[in-house]
């Protein structure tokens, strides 16, 4: 197919998927029941898609908050892969960190489709238009522990509205899993290939639709069909998908089906990390800026070998997840100190402890990604 009928035939699909999105009424406000709990048309229509977007959670003074963090993170990057300083000669971000951080593609491209990374879970490369000849190199899509990077991005992760999704979800006991910040540029951002999340637990006896857990994927600028992710609706209680085969069926990287995660600035969308899901190389003109913050069930950790993708593979005792949920409390407190009228969400593993975002919890959570909970 030559690229004007390649286009031709995207745009039908980017609509189609659009207009079967907004059909499946998985989108509103964080609502509540009587009780207090999250209501239950939320859960029903998540477990039975897959992924729901909750509409305006964040207010424009926190956008602003997260737009100048991003405007400071792009101004430190490395002048290009490998390099050292940044643009005004200052230590680059990452530098001297253990941790994974900084994830460069080619502009346009797919990096891990058709390898072996991440476990091999993206089976086949997607489509990688040509980018324009002024186009640099590299670019970078996707930084890791951005925690330590942003702390508008920490108070989004603090948020009491996310954080009683996550316990509803996933028990009063949830744990954390990773945070990253996805950027796609426009005419530059790198595609992600169709996929599934998670290694560890598909062939476990007790695995069922929340087995690998899930991300909230809040939105600076919103996301379009074009630039955004897509999901499968209800791939997440199929197992495991033989993607290779029904994208040779399909016979092209447009996967019959999935539809678009729409999303306007301020929204966070919820997404199983089962759920077959992917995107498209960024083409249009539109920014996407998506700040992950993903979490788990204490039990599918606890014990538990891990995957090892997003670090060295270890089993996951309660010394580690405790270590790794002081996250959690740190949000909590910077949040309260940028928002005092709001009621703080209250995690219950931290029940009786006190966790202050100061100075000193700055400087003790550099390289805290190493002790992401990878499954």
């Not at 080619?106 to 324009?132: C, I, N, Q, W, Y």
């Not at 920490?154 to 954080?163: C, F, M, Q, S, T």
Request: glycine share 10%; with cysteine; proline share 6%.
């Amino acid at each position: 197919m030559n690229e004007i009928s390649r286009d031709t035939a995207m745009q039908a699909y980017l609509e189609a998927g659009r207009q079967a999105a907004f059909a499946l009424g998985n989108r509103g406000p964080i609502r509540y029941d009587a009780d207090g709990k999250m209501h239950p048309e939320i859960l029903e229509a998540y477990w039975r898609c897959g992924f729901y977007v909750f509409e305006n959670v964040l207010g424009p003074d926190e956008l602003q908050d997260i737009e100048a963090d991003l405007h400071d993170i792009l101004a430190r990057l490395p002048t290009e892969k490998g390099a050292e300083r940044d643009s005004q000669s200052r230590p680059a971000l990452g530098v001297g960190l253990k941790a994974p951080t900084l994830f460069w593609a080619r502009p346009l491209s797919d990096p891990f489709g058709g390898t072996a990374l991440a476990g091999g879970r993206h089976p086949v490369k997607m489509h990688e238009p040509k980018a324009d000849d002024d186009a640099p190199k590299e670019v970078v899509y996707l930084i890791l522990g951005t925690l330590q990077f942003s702390e508008a991005h920490l108070r989004v992760y603090g948020h009491p509205g996310l954080l009683s999704v996550a316990a509803a979800i996933a028990g009063d006991d949830f744990v954390p899993f990773n945070e990253a910040m996805f950027i796609k540029e426009p005419g530059r951002g790198a595609s992600v290939a169709w996929h599934q999340d998670g290694l560890t637990h598909w062939n476990s006896p007790d695995w069922d639709q929340g087995s690998h857990g899930f991300n909230l994927m809040a939105q600076l600028y919103g996301c379009t069909p074009a630039n955004g992710v897509w999901v499968l609706p209800g791939s997440h209680k199929r197992g495991k998908t033989d993607i290779r085969a029904m994208l040779a069926e399909a016979g092209s990287d447009r996967l019959p089906g999935a539809v678009p995660i729409v999303c306007a600035p301020g929204d966070v969308a919820i997404t199983n990390r089962q759920a077959v899901h992917g995107s498209f190389a960024n083409t249009s003109k539109d920014w996407r800026v998506t700040l992950n913050m993903g979490f788990h069930r204490r039990k599918s950790v606890l014990g538990v070998l891990g995957g090892g993708v997003h670090n060295e593979a270890a089993i996951y005792d309660a010394a580690r997840i405790a270590r790794r949920a002081r996250m959690i409390g740190y949000g909590i407190d910077a949040r309260k100190q940028r928002f005092p009228n709001e009621t703080p969400f209250a995690y219950a593993p931290h029940a009786g402890q006190i966790f202050r975002w100061d100075a000193a919890a700055k400087a003790d959570i550099a390289d805290y990604n190493l002790d992401d909970l990878s499954i």
